[in-house]
Structure formats: structure tokens, C-alpha cells
């Protein structure tokens, strides 16, 4: 499968603990991107990355969220110190490949519950 | 001002008539702008893509775009009971090729039998 592959899930975690969401893309993809949606809304725009650069962060709190895509792996989303606002699906995306349109490549989202 | 936005709906449409599916965007930078489907519980997923002013047609969509007004819009002809669903239009924002894309919130169809 050579698709957007992202994991967990699903992921419950109680208030206070880490989540880390991680997100492979598109074989030959080197752009990602990280959204956040809460039920019945649209994408919230939270981070841009290509390999070990982060271009855009505007979308990301200030505190406790930080996300990298390193050289090798996958993209990380990481949450410390999760809060009940943190419910919400993260869905990564990809895109650059050679006939790069621009167009995202969604993963199945990760579905996180903070008890 | 939001950067882009759609009317949320739902929009309700008889199958086999016309939906028309509307947003706007405030960055007069945009460059490329995207329609995306998403089914309740999954992911987003392309419809179209249009980057000229006027209109471009795939099958029974047609995307239309006016810069100067700062509209996109979709049209769906024949709609059919399988394109209910939450479309949501994306802009890319400003005029570099590492530009972000923004979201609307989206707009709910659905076509009643």
C-alpha cells in the first residue's frame, strides 16, 4: 500500500499523559502536513513540514504541541501533557511528488480521546 | 475575516438536480484551489483542483473560479444519493510554492431521493 499511512488510529489517553502521532507519506511524497478536526467542523490547519524543516507552524498552540519529520521515519505529531481539548482526529497529509498538483494525500486520521 | 469560507449547510437537494456548492477566499495571493469530499468518519478526498479563472469540468462536476471576486465554487449535475457527503474547499495561501493550505469548514449535501 503505498498510501498515506498514519498510527494509531485510535488512541485514549487520560489528562496529564503524551500522545505521539505518527504519519508516513506517500512513497515519494516530501511534503507533510498536519490537520485537526473536532466533529461537525472543517480542517484546522496546524502544521507544514518538509524532511527536517518545519515551513509553516502558524496553525500550532504555542505550548505543547510539536511535530518534526525527520530525515528518515515518519512524521511525528507529539501532544505533551494532553488536555480534554485535545479530542480531536489528526489527519496527516502528503504531497510533492514528481507531478506535484499541489493536491493532498489524506491518511485514515488519528482518532485521539482524552479521558 | 475568516481565510476561507463555505455556508455549513446542510444543503438539501433533490437527486438528479443541480448542487451548487459555494466559497470564499481572502487571500487575493491564493493561487490553487481544491475541492475535497469527505464522508462522515474519513478522510478527506479529492473532487477537483483549478488554478485559471473560469470554469473546468470532470464528469458531472464543474469547478468555477473568479479571482477578482474571490469565489470558487462547485456545481454537481445529476446528483445522486452516494454524493452526500461534507465538501470542503481549500486555498493555498500566498504566492510561494511552499504555501499552506487552508481549509473552509465545510458545507453538508444532501440529496434526498
Known amino acids: 500500500n503505498a498510501g498515506v499511512m498514519q498510527n494509531p488510529r485510535h488512541l485514549v489517553r487520560r489528562r496529564g499523559q503524551e500522545a505521539r502521532l505518527r504519519c508516513s507519506p506517500m512513497?515519494?511524497?516530501?511534503?507533510v502536513y498536519w490537520y485537526r478536526q473536532l466533529p461537525e467542523e472543517g480542517l484546522k490547519f496546524m502544521v507544514y513540514l518538509q524532511k527536517e524543516n518545519i515551513i509553516d507552524e502558524s496553525g500550532m498552540p504555542k505550548e505543547r504541541f510539536s511535530a518534526e519529520f525527520p530525515k528518515e521515519g515518519p512524521s511525528i505529531l507529539r501532544i505533551q501533557q494532553v488536555v480534554r481539548g485535545d479530542s480531536a482526529a489528526y489527519f496527516c497529509a502528503s504531497s510533492g511528488g514528481t507531478a506535484n498538483t499541489g493536491e493532498l494525500f489524506f491518511g485514515e486520521g488519528s482518532r485521539l480521546t482524552v479521558l | 475575516q475568516k481565510e476561507v469560507e463555505q455556508n455549513s449547510g446542510p444543503l438539501s437537494v433533490p437527486e438528479g438536480a443541480i448542487a451548487s456548492l459555494n466559497c470564499t477566499y481572502s487571500d487575493r495571493g491564493s493561487q490553487s484551489f481544491f475541492w475535497y469530499r469527505q464522508y462522515s468518519g474519513k478522510s478527506p478526498e479529492l473532487i477537483m483542483f483549478?488554478?485559471?479563472?473560469g470554469d473546468k469540468e470532470d464528469g458531472r462536476f464543474t469547478a468555477q473560479l473568479n479571482k477578482a471576486s474571490q469565489y470558487v465554487s462547485l456545481l454537481i449535475r445529476d446528483s445522486q444519493p452516494s454524493d452526500s457527503a461534507t465538501y470542503l474547499c481549500a486555498v493555498t495561501l500566498g504566492y510561494s510554492s511552499a504555501s499552506k493550505i487552508i481549509f473552509g469548514s465545510g458545507t453538508r449535501l444532501s440529496i434526498r431521493p
Open positions: 512513497k515519494g511524497h516530501s511534503h
Open positions: 483549478i488554478y485559471s479563472n
